[in-house]
């Protein structure tokens, strides 16, 4: 039988046991990896297991590790989702894009102007599926030296406060203070954060949950791990 796994720090409390198991009816084992290091937890992951996703703050070094990858990964820079390529070694894949395409194509609202939180591995999937979409997107974060690296014009959370996106994609972890003045009443806000959100009670136009970015990003994984189509149904009655 495969084994999976999740590999970061901290991942207790991730849902991504619990979904695969509804994605297959309890046919595949999926275990939580918590390493402070990458390496060991890479470690980890080639003694016994198949495939892995990848969570903060593994992504970009799982980027650099693969030997092959995917469209949506070179473009991110990030990997979440590991498995044996055909050609030997490890492929990577980033199916945060497939989340965050997801949950905002279930809302059936059209987009234009994106503000993107954020300057990490979500963050980058933010802004490439904005960019699929066919939006105008700007980014902003703690850090404006990393948030220039996301690819697109970069302004300050003051520049952000005057901005008048209509999709803002929040990425910051829920335990980080919500920066002041950012623009959320007229915009639909999709949080990445699922376990501890920090916009849940936020006024705005529409509030799209991290566990809607979580359904889709899984169910593209998994059916990379398996070959086998997940059912979806399931795993959103786990959720």
Known sequence: MRKFALIGHPVAGSLSPRMIEAAYGGRYRYDLIDRENFDDAWNAFLDGYYGIN???PFKQDAFARVDKLSPNALATGAVNLVVPSPEGGFAGYNTDV????????ETGL??????????????????????????????TGRSLEKAAALGCPVVTFEQASKLKP??????????????????????VVLEAEYRYPALSSVEC????????????QAAAGYKLFTGEEPSVQEMLRAL
Not at 167 to 183: D, E, F, K, N
């Open 54 to 56: 990848v969570t903060a």
């Open 98 to 105: 497939d989340g965050v395409l997801g949950a905002l194509n």
């Open 110 to 139: 059209s987009f234009a102007d994106v503000l993107v939180v954020g300057t990490g591995g979500a963050a980058r999937a933010a802004v490439f599926a904005a960019k699929l979409m066919g939006c105008r997107v700007s980014a």
């Open 166 to 187: 209509d999709l803002i994609i929040y990425t910051l972890p829920g335990s980080a203070p919500v920066p002041v003045g950012l623009p959320f009443a007229n915009a």
């Open 205 to 216: 136009r529409l509030y799209v949950s991290g566990r809607r970015w979580m359904l889709y």
